[in-house]
């Protein structure tokens, strides 16, 4: 079970890389360009935001099935790699999805076009930021996984 979550965490990383720059480029050309807020556009931020969620509640469920997690807090915060993924990736990860939802929530609410387009384009490129941070990256000194697993 532990393993298929793992592979499952693994592949949603790239989908939600992928929807996110995707989606801050849609952004980005739609706010710089002037353009019409689609049905494309708002399908788009909700599918980004509903592959982010679907992204962390493997993350959580992984989280409480993890031995990464179930050290002693004593050993996590002598071990940089068990204080990375019990602390610091959780955390942050949390704060990128939230940033996510509202970012999405404030977009959808917004009557202006360009509103939309500006809310969405700041709202997700923070977050992507965050997690670009938060993800174990082969060359990351705190904790090095491959980029497929």
């Known amino acids: 079970m532990y393993q298929i979550l793992l592979h499952l965490h693994s592949l949603f990383r790239w989908l939600v890389l992928i929807s996110l720059i995707f989606a ?41 099935k993890s031995p990464f ?29 939230v940033l996510i939802t509202i970012g999405s929530g404030l977009s959808k609410r917004r009557i202006a076009d360009e509103e939309k387009f500006r809310t969405m384009l700041i709202w997700f490129s923070i977050a992507l930021f965050i997690i670009l941070i938060a993800i174990p990256w082969p060359f990351s000194p705190f904790s090095q996984r491959p980029y497929f697993r």
Do not use: C, V
């Open 24 to 64: 801050i480029y849609r952004a980005w050309r739609g706010y710089r360009g002037r353009k019409l807020f689609t049905r494309k556009d708002n399908t788009i931020r909700h599918r980004t935001a509903t592959i982010a969620h679907i992204q962390l509640m493997l993350g959580f469920t992984l989280y409480f």
């Open 69 to 97: 997690t179930r050290a002693p807090l004593k050993m996590m915060l002598q071990n940089m790699e068990l204080s990375f993924f019990s602390i610091i990736h959780i955390s942050l990860m949390l704060i990128a999805i």
